[in-house]
């Protein structure tokens, strides 16, 4: 049931909706701010057994009445006390997931009641990141859900900022959740055209012969045995007097079927996901302009479909890189680090970054390393780590650091004919960190000295089978734009 979404700077008017959700810690929904918001048919006393009697355990619960009147249902979720270091102290991933139980049917109010006005931003990514847009359902019914945020101690971000971060993590979801007969490489070049008009952003596309013309053997390697051509797509924000220029990379097969190095029955099935990181990259672009960063801003999307067919690249043919490295292939379902290592090389040469970003749904073996709710990052330098890590936890889209140790990584790819494999000799060493390695290999190869961040996010880019935005919150957050 496609939802529209509304941040709203007063609590929702309860003659407009059919349900109402608070949303908080025990003491926090106790506070008379919130009390004050009970419709006349649900009384202190109602709401004070709801909290009491709702154990929220580790991912909090909802407690529902009904009124008899307007709104009909008055629910009211509980949030778990306890928050480890390496959790987010807004409690986002409870957010969502009593969001999604508890705002799912007719037009709702959601208030969320928050201590902090600094865990505004995660609360209502969170919440947005539960209510899809795309649906193939035959019984869409339009809905409205409209969201305040109460904080209890500061001034909540301006409603409009909050809109676009929202929104930008619903279009990066709508984007995972579109199958590949709706979302191929041709579509995905016209979503990015969009983006560029709605932004006055200059807009960069190369397709088969200008990839071949420029020398991205990576990105046209893995794409040209597939129907609709590979692209290199390339968004550019540049306001008078930036002095820093910021480059975000997002992986974007369409469709990953493994290559020739072919995946099982059981493990292609959800790979119309493997876009997750370029939809990101390009929903944050556009949040980023809407809201003003005052930095230049490039977001480079390496878009193909990896498919089986005639002019498939086979395990043993050898890619030509951007970077001017040679590539053995052993593996044709290594295929994000291929496109990824042209993208970050070719940013390199021709933008010429003071910090590097890319992001992909790279390894199965993240979720491994650091389960389905932290990204795994792979940084060169010590301060741009410290601050994803701490960018994360404040926005909800939480990371953590892998090994960064080249020295122990790059002969994993040791090849007798070609500067390099794309696949790892070793699976059982630090396969997520070496994924990373690869690409690193080629972004110092094409001279780049500066700081670079790789986020893998292949664990928290799907949830339910259902794209989540993931990775927009952060990056929005690494620039400065929430």
């Keep these: 049931m496609p939802a529209h979404l509304h941040i709203v700077s007063d609590p929702p008017s309860l003659d407009r909706i059919d349900a109402l959700l608070l949303i908080g810690r025990r003491e926090r929904l106790r506070r008379p701010d919130v009390v004050a918001l009970l419709p006349p048919t649900v009384s202190p006393e109602t709401l004070r057994t709801m909290i009491e009697r709702t154990e929220p355990g580790d991912t909090g619960r909802v407690a ?98 909050l809109q676009h971060a929202a929104e930008a993590v619903r279009m990066a979801a709508n984007l995972t959740d579109r199958p590949p007969n709706d979302l191929g490489c041709d579509a995905f070049v016209a979503s990015a055209q969009d983006v560029a008009k709605r932004t006055g952003s200059e807009i960069t596309v190369l397709r088969r012969e200008e990839l071949r013309a420029q020398g991205l053997g990576g990105l046209l390697g893995v794409g040209k045995a597939a129907e609709q051509e590979p692209a290199l797509i390339v968004l550019d924000h540049a306001p008078q007097g930036a002095t820093r220029s910021v480059v975000w990379v997002g992986k974007g097969i369409v469709y990953d079927t493994g290559g020739l190095s072919l995946k099982s029955k059981t493990g292609m099935p959800g790979m119309k996901s493997d876009m997750g990181g370029a939809a990101a990259v390009m929903s944050a672009f556009e949040a980023a302009v809407q809201i003003g960063v005052p930095h230049r801003l490039t977001a480079i999307l390496c878009v193909a479909e990896n498919a089986v067919g005639p002019g498939a690249i086979r395990p043993d043919d050898i890619l030509k890189m951007f970077s001017g490295r040679t590539v053995e292939v052993n593996n044709t379902d290594a295929e994000g680090r291929l496109v990824l290592a042209d993208g970050v090389a070719w940013a390199a040469q021709h933008r010429a970054p003071t910090e590097l970003v890319d992001v992909a749904t790279l390894t199965g073996a993240q979720a491994v390393s650091t389960g389905k709710r932290h990204a795994g990052l792979y940084c060169n330098d010590d301060g741009l780590e410290l601050r994803a890590v701490h960018a994360g936890r404040r926005v909800g889209d939480l990371v953590h650091p892998l090994p960064f140790s080249p020295e122990l990584f790059r002969r994993e790819f040791n090849s007798a004919i070609a500067d390099m494999r794309n696949s790892v000799k070793d699976r059982s060493n630090a396969q997520t960190s070496c994924a990373g390695q690869f690409i690193y290999n080629h972004l110092t190869a094409a001279g780049y000295e500066g700081p670079w961040l790789h986020v893998d996010m292949a664990g928290p880019s799907v949830r339910r089978n259902r794209g989540t935005g993931y990775g927009v919150g952060l990056l929005l957050a690494l620039i400065g734009a929430v």
């Design 64 to 161: 529902t009445t009904w009124t008899g009147d307007s709104p009909a249902r008055v629910s009211v979720a509980v949030l778990p006390e306890v928050c480890s270091r390496h959790n987010s102290p807004s409690r986002a991933w409870s957010i969502s997931g009593v969001v999604s139980s508890g705002a799912q049917k007719g037009n709702v109010g959601i208030v969320l009641a928050v201590e902090e006005a600094d865990h505004a931003v995660a609360a209502t990514l969170a919440a947005a990141s539960v209510l899809p847009t795309y649906s193939a359902s035959s019984n869409q019914l339009d809905r409205t859900v409209l969201l305040h945020v109460l904080p209890q101690r500061g001034t909540a971000p301006d409603v409009a900022v």
